[in-house]
């Protein structure tokens, strides 16, 4: 039984419940990475709930990343981590909703003033207080990117309430993001970038700035994130216009 049963207790929806199933499942390992799904089928009779129920727990697995499905081979454990281009989350929750143990090692975190550069992307006044954090992100000991973050000092009381995670600090504060614009941009990873990824040099990565906004429009954040090209894929659910 590598999927565990399903709570007999819970209130919540049976898809919630396969889920949730699942979910331990691929944390514990007892689903490994690119390990195939028992068809919908089995996976049905098996827990005694109907195929719908099956497809619409794997369809919110997929779209988190946790699951990739193949064209005609079925539903598999994602190998390369599947993050949402669309949803506004922390690197930590992403790891930790994979069942990774994300942890961080600073490059630098200190106080400063705009720049002029930061003040045209954040809409900030030159010379407005900023908060840098600069740091290696990991997953289960691999790192996996680097990231580069400006944070306006009204957002936060000091610097140092930031330890593991930016938007748990946010959070605390009453200043998590609402909202966010995004860019996806190819990069080569510099020598020293390369070398704290522990990629070869001129690896390929995938660079994505965020720019983060408060309910009232003021900004959060800026945030320029360095994935490793060789670990990660984007991945986005879209509806037609109509
Ligand atoms: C993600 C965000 C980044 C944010 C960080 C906070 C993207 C593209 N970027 O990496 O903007 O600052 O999470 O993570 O998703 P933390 O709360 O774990 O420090």
Redo the contacts with the bound molecule.
Sequence with gaps: DIIGPLDEQSRAPLYQQLQRALRDAIADKRLAPDEALPPERDLAEEFQISRITVRKALDGLVNDGLLTRRQGAGTFVAARVE?N?S?????????ISRGRT?H?VWLSRSTGAVTPEESMTLGLSPGTPVYR?N?I?FADGAPM?L?Y?TVPGFCLPSPEV?E???????EKHGAR?VR?L?R?RAVLFTPEQAEMMGVPDKSAGLL???R?FLKDGRPV?F?Q?Y?RGDAYDFVAELNSLT
Excluded: C, N, W
Aim: charged residues 25%; hydrophobic residues 35%.
């Design positions: 993050k281009f949803k506004l989350s922390s690197f930590s929750e992403d790891m994300p961080s954090f740091r992100r990117a990231e973050s930031v593991s995670s930016l938007y748990g600090a946010l993001p966010a995004q996806l994505i700035e965020r983060g954040e945030t994130s994935y």
